[in-house]
């Protein structure tokens, strides 16, 4: 019984049991905001129920509440409210959800200076531990340039980039590159088309700021036809009439076979093939690459992400589960490989 001054709320007989049944056919069942809304009801009536704890852990995950999932599994942890080895994997995956990449290696740093981990998780750990440390380093400068070309910097627009000021071959640092595509955005660039249709239909010159230009003319409405080339490939292009970065049909579909496929199974490895994913695009936009199989080109992704974290794939088990021709992918692969050894020094 609750008192509120004199009212009185009076609690049926296991009210928390039933509303944590409920909560978890609510989870069950997919209704994730529903499930956390019930089990939320019942962890306060009966906050010591490891297994409400859980199953609230689960939902928030699953609603996208990641901060709220955090905390609570922290609390959990903090008070071996369950297994110590589960909940830390998904205090992890949830890190994961965050972009908390520090936060995860320090915890893994952490287990085995204190030799915590057992021998069955200690594979598993390392390769998550692998893939953090390697998202860490790269995760300021790979964000940057992800957001910055879909959203110009206000920086220095003040000051505009005359004809003949840049050569646009010898800008290599990526964050100078964003803010001259920045400083672009704000200015009419018809008096220097000339030099950056000379950089686009040149077969050198880095591709991430081939990328920005093209968006930067996009936004600007050119309806010039012009060429661009990148690795090797050549397309005429109307920058008017492409499509939004990263919404080019065929990398649309992979992403979401990837996460059909590891979404809830290999969380972890999910985050690692997006990010190898979204750097591909980037650097490859507005091209499709052949072979033109989202589901090939899906295993391609799983195969490297794979090989990156120090596994040895079988090509043909991957292929198998995209239900791709093995053939495809390993064409895909080549492509992946060829891209990053230009994106991935970079970035």
Not at 92 to 102: D, G, N, S
Not at 132 to 145: D, G, H, I
Not at 214 to 226: G, I, R, T, W, Y
Not at 293 to 315: D, I, K, Q
Request: overall charge negative; some cysteine; hydrophobic content about 45%.
């Amino acid at each position: 019984m609750k008192k509120n001054g004199d009212e009185k709320i009076i609690f049926f007989p296991n009210v928390e049991r039933r509303l944590a049944e409920k909560g978890i056919e609510a989870l069950q069942g997919k209704n994730y905001r529903e499930a956390a809304e019930l089990l939320e009801q019942a962890y306060e009536l009966d906050p010591a129920n490891s297994d409400v704890m859980a199953a609230l852990v689960l939902a928030y995950f699953e609603a996208g509440a990641y901060r709220k999932a955090k905390e609570l599994c922290r609390e959990m942890i903090l008070i071996g409210a369950g297994d110590y080895f589960q909940l830390t994997e998904m205090y992890l995956t949830i890190l994961i959800q965050l972009h908390e990449y520090k936060e995860i290696t320090d915890v893994l740093e952490a287990l085995f200076e204190e030799k915590e981990v057992p021998e069955a998780k200690r594979e598993h750990f390392q390769t998550i531990l692998q893939f953090c440390k390697r998202m860490a380093e790269n995760e300021p400068a790979q964000n940057y340039v992800f957001e910055q070309a879909d959203a110009q910097p206000e920086v220095e627009q003040s000051i505009e980039i005359f004809p003949g000021e840049l050569d646009f071959f010898n800008i290599i640092d990526l964050k100078e590159q964003v803010v001259i595509a920045g400083k672009l955005a704000s200015q009419p660039v018809g008096p220097l088309l000339p030099e950056i249709t000379a950089f686009l239909e040149a077969a050198t010159g880095h591709p991430f700021l081939k990328t920005m230009l093209l968006n930067v003319l996009k936004e600007q409405q050119l309806d010039n036809p012009l060429t661009v080339k990148k690795f090797g490939e050549n397309m005429l292009v109307v920058p008017a009439e492409l499509p939004e970065l990263h919404l080019i049909p065929i990398e649309v579909k992979t992403v979401r076979l990837l996460e059909e496929e590891l979404a809830h199974s290999e969380p972890v490895l999910l985050e690692s093939v997006l990010s190898l994913v979204h750097r591909h695009y980037m650097a490859v936009y507005p091209f499709d690459l052949e072979p033109c199989s989202p589901a090939a080109w899906a295993a391609a992704f799983h195969f490297t992400a794979l090989a990156y974290l120090g596994s040895a794939p079988e090509m043909d088990a991957i292929a198998r589960i995209y239900q791709a021709e093995e053939e495809d992918v390993r064409k895909a692969v080549k492509w992946i490989e060829k891209v990053e050894e230009i994106s991935y020094p970079i970035i």
